[in-house]
């Protein structure tokens, strides 16, 4: 059974950091790329950030600079350090399991980030 965890969400203040973790169960870590989507109330999900699995990362202008997405292969983890966020920050976080080709993907549950200002 495959499973995606998300943890580290919760109440900030504008300016403030977050560490998101999501710890994948039930794959292959390695042989996903990992990616951090987003949705607030009433708006689309959004991508913001996703890594390969040789590691090359990419970034949604709206977190450049400001979040990093990385991966742990040993801790079958990927995180996404938030720095400087914003009231327009505040969403259900999710993190994202895809293999190459369209294989297979997976999603976790979510993990609420509320910035307040």
């Known amino acids: 059974q495959v499973q995606l965890v998300e943890s580290g969400g919760g109440l900030v203040q504008a300016g403030g950091s977050l560490r998101l973790s999501c710890v994948a169960s039930g794959i292959t870590f390695s042989r996903y790329a990992m990616d951090w989507y987003r949705q607030a109330p009433g708006k689309q999900r959004e991508l913001l950030a996703s890594?390969?699995?040789?590691?090359?990362?990419n970034y949604a202008n709206s977190v450049k600079g400001r979040f990093t997405i990385s991966r742990d292969n040993a801790k079958n983890t990927v995180y996404l350090q938030m720095n400087s966020l914003k009231p327009e920050d505040t969403a259900v976080y999710y993190c994202?399991?895809?293999?190459?080709?369209?294989?297979?993907?997976?999603w976790g549950q979510g993990t609420q980030v509320t910035v307040s200002s």
């Open positions: 994202h399991a895809r293999r190459l080709g369209g294989l297979a993907e997976y």
């Open positions: 890594i390969t699995t040789g590691g090359s990362t």
